[in-house]
C-alpha cells in the first residue's frame, strides 16, 4: 500500500484510514489527541486512495479508540474506516457510523440558544436529521447546523 | 392521557385529542379551590403582561397562590445568579414552575433541572405554546371548526414566537389554506417552513383577503432585530383598516395575541370581525384548564 512508503506500520493501536483528503487534523481535535497524551501519533495527508483518490490516515500507536469515540468523527469524516491493529495484525475492522445524536463536540450557531449562554448547566445536544449532507437540528432551540458550519467550527475558525 | 406532571415546552407536545380536551374544560367554566395549597411559580425573566397576569389570575382563580418576578432587577439573577441555580431554587419551593426568558431553549434546560413540571411562557423567538393553545381556542370557539379553513397568517413570521406555534400547532389540522402574508425579510427561517404539512404560500394581503376565514396578525417586534435600520424599512408595511376589510368574508375573525401597535387601526375593533380582545380573554380559562391538568 501506497502509505506504507511515508509511514511505518504500527504495532498495536488504531489506524483510522479513508478519511476525505485534508481533515486529518480536524478528526485529530475532535478525538481529543493533542500529542500531549504521549502517544505515538501519526499522519499524512493527501496520499494517493483507489475508493477516494487522495485521503488522509492517521495511526496512534498504543490506543485502541471505542467505537463510541470513533463515531464521532462522522461528522466530519463520514467515509473512515477503522482497523484495530495488535501485534501488527488487524484484528477488527470497522466503519464510522455518525450517531443519531451528537452532544458536546459542535455548539448551536444561534446566539440566542440556552446553550451559548454562560455559565448555565447545560451542553450543545443536536440530533442528525440528514446525514448526506450533514444536518443537525438543535434539541434546545431548534436551530440547524449544516455540514459546512460543523466544518468551521471543528476547523476552529 | 392525562396531563399530570408534564412539561408544556412546545406545541408539539400535545396531540389534538389532547388539545381538545383542553378546550372542552375550558369551555366549561368551571371553577373551585382545585389548586388550594398549591404553589405556581411565575419566573418571567423577560417582561409579560397578559401572559404573566392571565397566569396569575387563573392561579387565584382556582384558589392557588403564587410566587415570582417578572424582571430580573430585584432578584439575584442581578448578582449574577445564573437561570439554572435560579429554577433549582424554585423547584424547591413551587408546585409548577412558569418560565418566560429570552433564550431559546430556556424552558426545557429548566424541565431538565427541575422535579416540578415546567409551563413555556414564551422562551426566545420560536416557542410559546399556551399562546398556541389560546388561539387554537379562539378559532374552535369562535368559528366552530379548525379543519377546512383558509387562514391568513400576517406580520412578522421570522421573529414573533407567537405565529410560529400557531403555525405549528396548525399541522394538527388540515386547514384548507394557509396563507404567509410578511415582507421578505420578515417570512419564516426555513427550519419551520421545513415542518408546515398543510398547503401553504407566500401571499400579497389584498389578494388573498377575500378568501380568508381567519387572519392570524403579529406585530413586528422591534426588540427581535439585530438591526434597528432594518426595523425602520418594514414596520410600515401592513396595516389593516376598515376599509380594507368591506373585500372580506362577513364571517372572516381576526386574531392577534397582542400587544398590537398600528398593524391594526381603531377602527377595526368595532367591526364584527374583531375577535382579539376575546382571544386575551380566552387565556384566562386556558390557563386555568391547562393548571389544573399539569399540576400533580
Known amino acids: ?26 478528526v ?14 501519526s499522519m499524512v495527508m493527501n496520499v494517493y486512495s ?10 496512534v500507536e498504543g490506543r485502541e479508540l471505542s467505537s463510541e469515540e470513533v463515531n464521532k468523527i462522522a461528522l466530519v469524516a463520514p467515509t473512515a474506516t477503522i482497523n484495530i491493529v495488535r501485534d501488527y495484525e488487524v484484528v477488527e475492522k470497522r466503519k464510522v457510523e455518525l450517531p443519531d445524536k451528537i452532544e458536546g463536540i459542535v ?32 434539541e434546545y432551540c431548534g436551530e440547524y447546523l449544516t455540514e459546512e458550519e460543523v466544518i468551521a467550527q471543528l476547523a476552529g475558525t | 392521557m392525562s396531563f399530570s406532571g408534564k412539561d408544556v415546552l412546545s406545541i408539539l407536545d400535545f396531540t ?7 378546550f372542552r374544560i375550558a369551555s366549561s367554566k368551571f371553577e373551585g379551590d382545585e389548586l388550594k395549597g398549591k404553589v405556581v411559580a411565575l419566573a418571567f425573566f423577560e417582561p409579560s403582561t397578559r401572559t404573566r397576569l392571565s397566569f396569575e389570575t387563573a392561579t387565584l382563580r382556582l384558589g392557588g397562590g403564587y410566587i415570582g418576578f417578572d424582571a430580573v ?10 437561570f439554572s441555580d435560579t429554577i433549582r431554587m424554585l423547584d424547591a419551593y413551587a408546585d409548577v414552575i412558569v418560565v418566560r426568558h429570552s433564550l431559546e431553549g430556556a424552558a426545557k434546560l429548566a424541565a431538565e433541572l427541575a422535579e416540578a413540571p415546567v409551563i413555556n411562557a414564551g422562551d426566545g423567538s420560536k416557542r410559546h405554546p399556551t399562546q398556541a393553545m389560546i388561539d387554537l381556542y379562539t378559532v374552535w370557539r369562535e368559528k ?10 400576517l406580520g412578522d413570521l421570522r421573529y414573533g414566537r407567537a405565529s410560529g406555534s400557531f403555525l405549528r400547532v396548525l ?6 389554506k394557509v396563507y404567509l402574508i410578511a415582507p421578505e425579510s420578515l417570512r419564516p427561517k426555513e427550519e419551520l417552513l421545513d415542518t408546515l404539512k398543510m398547503p401553504w404560500e407566500f401571499a400579497d394581503l389584498e389578494e388573498v383577503l377575500p378568501e380568508l376565514d381567519v387572519l392570524y396578525v403579529t406585530r413586528i417586534q422591534k426588540e427581535r432585530f439585530p438591526d434597528p435600520a432594518e426595523y425602520e424599512r418594514v414596520k410600515g408595511s401592513y396595516r389593516i383598516d376598515a376599509a380594507l376589510l368591506k373585500n372580506a368574508k362577513e364571517d372572516m375573525i381576526i386574531l392577534h395575541p397582542l400587544p398590537r401597535v398600528d398593524e391594526i387601526a381603531l377602527d377595526v375593533d368595532s367591526t364584527p370581525h374583531a375577535r382579539y380582545f376575546k382571544q386575551a380573554a380566552y387565556g384566562v380559562p386556558i390557563r386555568m384548564a391547562l393548571l389544573r391538568e399539569v399540576i400533580p
Open chain 1, 1 to 26: 500500500m501506497s502509505e506504507e512508503l511515508v509511514v511505518r506500520r504500527i504495532s498495536n493501536g488504531t489506524v483510522i484510514d479513508h478519511i476525505p483528503a485534508g481533515r486529518a487534523l480536524k
Open chain 1, 28 to 41: 485529530l481535535r475532535i478525538l481529543g489527541i493533542t500529542g500531549e497524551e504521549g502517544y505515538m501519533v
Open chain 1, 50 to 59: 483507489k475508493k477516494l483518490g487522495k485521503k488522509d490516515i492517521v495511526k
Open chain 1, 107 to 138: 455548539r448551536c450557531v444561534n446566539p440566542k440558544c440556552v446553550t451559548n449562554a454562560p455559565r448555565e448547566a447545560v451542553h450543545p445536544s443536536f440530533r442528525v436529521i440528514s446525514r448526506k449532507p450533514l444536518k443537525l437540528v438543535c
Open chain 2, 16 to 22: 389534538r385529542n389532547e388539545l381538545e380536551r383542553l
Open chain 2, 73 to 82: 432587577q430585584g432578584t439575584s439573577i442581578a448578582k449574577g445568579e445564573t
Open chain 2, 144 to 153: 366552530k371548526v379548525i379543519d377546512n379553513l383558509v387562514y391568513g397568517i
Open chain 2, 171 to 176: 399541522n394538527l389540522y388540515s386547514p384548507k
